[in-house]
C-alpha cells in the first residue's frame, strides 16, 4: 500500500485546510484509515480516524469538533478537513492504513502498517 499525503501549507489563524491522501496497492475499501500529526520536537499524535466503510469515525478530543475525516472509496481518497486553524495545529500531518479490521485501537501508532510521508501544516497567528 502506498499513501500520498497532500494539501499543506502556510495559513493563518481561523483559516480552514483540507487535507488529502491518494491510496494504492490495495482496495481502498478493506483499509482502516487514519490521520496523525507531528510537531515540532514532539511526538506523533493521533488525530482522527475511519473505517473502511466511512460508517465509524473517532477524533483526538482536542480536535473535536473543528476536524471532520472522511473517504471517498471510489477515488482511493481519505480527507481531513480542518476548521478554524491554531497555531497549536502547526504539524507534519500523516495519514495512515492498516488491513485490520477497525477497532478500539484505532489512536495507536503501532496499530497502522503503512505510513504517507507526511504534508506540513503551519499555522501563523
Known amino acids: 500500500v502506498q499513501l500520498q499525503a497532500s494539501g499543506g501549507g502556510l495559513v493563518q489563524a481561523g483559516d480552514s485546510l483540507s487535507l488529502s491522501c491518494a491510496a494504492s496497492?490495495?482496495?481502498?475499501?478493506?483499509?482502516?484509515m487514519g490521520w496523525f500529526r507531528q510537531a515540532p520536537g514532539m511526538g506523533r499524535e493521533f488525530v482522527a480516524a475511519?473505517?473502511?466503510?466511512?460508517?465509524?469515525?473517532n477524533y483526538a478530543s482536542s480536535v473535536k469538533g473543528r476536524f471532520s475525516i472522511s473517504r471517498d472509496n471510489a477515488k482511493n481518497t481519505l480527507y481531513l478537513q480542518i476548521n478554524t486553524l491554531k497555531p497549536e495545529d502547526t504539524a507534519v500531518y500523516y495519514c495512515?492504513?492498516?488491513?485490520?479490521?477497525?477497532?478500539?485501537?484505532?489512536?495507536?501508532?503501532?496499530?497502522?502498517?503503512?505510513w504517507g510521508q507526511g504534508t506540513l501544516v503551519t499555522v501563523s497567528s
Open positions: 495512515a492504513a492498516t488491513t485490520r479490521y477497525y477497532s478500539g485501537t484505532y489512536y495507536s501508532t503501532g496499530w497502522y502498517d503503512y
Open positions: 496497492g490495495r482496495t481502498f475499501s478493506t483499509l482502516s
Open positions: 475511519i473505517s473502511g466503510s466511512g460508517g465509524r469515525t
